[in-house]
């Protein structure tokens, strides 16, 4: 392999090294302009878009021993890496390529395994790390709340008795 390919291929498998995933997106028809926008817009969760050549990032997916994704790498492709939160991330380019009525989601890796477009609603169902975090923290903070209503019960119905007993009293010495 020529040192240029193998530069860009070292390159490409960085973006793969740094990340859990790799989101396959078409960009075809998208200025200069919208392809700024929307890394402006993945930027804040810590996403990054890298516009490759698909011969390239297969060469790389094979240096690492990915499952081979080659038949998702049709058209013009560029790959997004980065960040924790790939819900957020997915719905934040699918809502992009929305509004612009341009762009499409090819696939995905995921863990090393290669998720197809017709799989991607999948992610797209998953909840953010935010609405993942606020389920556990309800689903933790439930089984709290009742031990304190049951720990407490108890010596509130003795308070009960003992306030009932002694106004019983006041009664009789009246």
């Known amino acids: ?22 989101l396959l997106v078409e ?7 919208e392809v700024a926008d929307l ?5 804040p969760l810590g996403a990054q878009f890298h516009v490759v050549k698909g011969a390239i990032l297969a060469k790389a997916g094979e240096k690492r021993s990915l499952p081979s994704f080659k038949d998702l790498l049709v058209g013009q492709i560029a790959v997004i890496t980065g960040g924790d939160d790939v819900a957020s991330i997915v719905k934040a380019t699918e809502g992009y390529f929305k509004e612009k009525e ?11 395994a290669v998720i197809p477009p017709e799989r991607m609603a999948e992610l797209r169902t998953l909840p953010t790390m935010a609405e993942a975090r606020a389920k556990l923290l309800a689903l933790l903070n439930t089984p709290a709340t009742t031990l304190v209503r049951l720990i407490g019960t108890p010596s509130q ?18």
């Not at 960009?27 to 302009?33: E, I, K, P, S």
């Not at 890394?39 to 930027?43: G, P, Y």
């Not at 009932?164 to 009293?169: N, P, T």
């Open 102 to 112: 341009k762009g499409a989601m090819k696939g995905a890796l995921l863990s090393g």
């Open 157 to 174: 119905q003795l308070v009960n008795v003992l306030d009932a007993f002694v106004k019983k009293g006041e009664g009789t010495a009246a």
């Open 27 to 33: 960009y075809t028809r998208l200025t200069v302009a």
């Open 1 to 22: 392999m020529r040192a240029e390919k193998e530069f860009l291929v070292n390159e490409v498998g960085t973006y793969l090294d740094a990340s859990s995933y790799a």
């Open 39 to 43: 890394r402006k817009r993945l930027k």
